[in-house]
């Protein structure tokens, strides 16, 4: 369980990163909705994510 904990914790760690650099003016907003997410799964779609997009929609509808 911790790890998983710590995984979690780190995924969203680089997704608020990825946020940060890419959607600076939305921080608040999306980080609100992904600290709600305990999916590892989901949190891993989100930051690949946002690797590659280029708007907010596709990252929105994952937040979702």
Do not use: C, H, S, Y
């Not at 710590?6 to 940060?20: A, D, H, M």
């Amino acid at each position: 369980k911790g790890l998983k904990e710590g995984e979690i914790k780190g995924l969203k760690e680089g997704i608020e990163i990825g946020i940060t650099l890419k959607f600076p003016e939305d921080i608040d907003m999306m980080m609100k909705m992904v600290n709600k997410i305990e999916d590892l799964d989901t949190l891993n779609k989100i930051k690949e994510a946002l690797k590659t997009t280029q708007g907010r929609a596709e990252i929105l509808a994952l937040l979702k």
